[in-house]
């Protein structure tokens, strides 16, 4: 995951009745329903965690240190999908600390490499990386009407693009992987048996239903959306040009946290 920026996080907490609505439109699903989906849990179970694991977000200050809006972000995504939360006083180790002494028994915090909610009561770790990937694969399922068996490129090789890589083949989806690093994709090739895609602007050309979990910018053109395409982007900043974007926008599905915040929390409670 990308650095995200307080500016790109400032008014989530506002926007998060319109963005459901938006993926509801979209996907015919809810953010909590995705994300239950993702986690392979029903949404029932879901809520019914919900009464019973207060949440405590941790912010934490280092290296690059605290960015505006982040915990106050999480915390709100997390309210959204229905558990009682806060944000610590404190920082760090000691917000840690008064977190549990608070009674959390789900604890969100993220550094500059890793970004984790963890089930006190369950010893269960749950990455934001994973959770992100499963999320935009489950919304893409939405958005396509099902994978199995469709050809998905995925974009990216990370972190993120390779959880993708993995959900979408337990899914049966027929999958191809582009990144810029080759050894990447080769890795996913020996793993998985994906099809390695070596040039983006004609792989473009030829897929439909797209993953793009890259950090890249401007690589998806208006001359690569079809019809049909239908975009999961989970990579930050997005990878569509102005004129793409307005062409696919209501088959393409984006944030900078929502959707993977969520899934966090469904993973969480399973
Ligand atoms: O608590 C805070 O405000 C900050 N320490 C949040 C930092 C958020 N971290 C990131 O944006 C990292 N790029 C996350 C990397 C996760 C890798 N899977």
Redesign the pocket.
């Known amino acids: 995951?990308?650095?995200?920026t307080s500016e790109s996080l400032v008014g989530i907490n506002k926007e998060l009745d319109e963005y459901n609505m938006e993926l509801l439109r979209k996907t015919g699903c809810t953010l909590r329903g995705i994300a239950s989906r993702a986690a392979g849990v029903a949404e029932t179970e879901v809520r019914d965690a919900s009464s019973s694991a207060p949440v405590a977000v941790i912010?934490?200050t280092s290296g690059e240190?605290?960015?505006g809006h982040?915990?106050q972000a999480v915390q709100s995504i997390v309210s959204y999908i229905g558990f009682a939360s806060f944000v610590t006083r404190e920082h760090d180790v000691a917000g840690l600390a008064e977190g549990i002494r608070e009674g959390a028994k789900i604890v969100f915090l993220?550094?500059?490499?890793?970004?984790v909610a963890m089930n006190l009561s369950h010893r269960l770790v749950v990455?934001?990386?994973e959770a992100t990937a499963r999320g935009y694969v489950a919304a893409l399922e939405c958005l396509a009407g099902g994978l199995y068996s469709r050809d998905v490129l995925v974009i990216g090789a990370g972190?993120v693009g390779r959880s993708a890589v993995c959900t979408l083949k337990k899914l049966g989806a027929k999958v191809a992987v582009f990144d810029i690093n080759q050894a990447k994709t080769e890795i996913l090739l020996r793993e998985y048996g994906v099809l390695k895609e070596e040039n983006l602007a004609e792989a473009l050309q030829r897929y439909a239903i797209l993953l793009d979990a890259s950090p890249a910018a401007e690589i998806i053109q208006a001359e690569h959306i079809k019809a049909n395409t239908i975009i999961a982007a989970c990579g930050i900043p997005l990878g569509l040009s102005t004129e793409a974007y307005s062409l696919v926008k209501d088959r393409l599905v984006h944030d900078p946290l929502q959707i993977g915040v969520a899934t966090m929390l469904a993973m969480a409670v399973k």
């Open positions: 995951m990308t650095r995200l912010p934490i240190g605290i960015i982040f915990s993220a550094d500059d490499n890793c970004f990455d934001n990386a972190q």
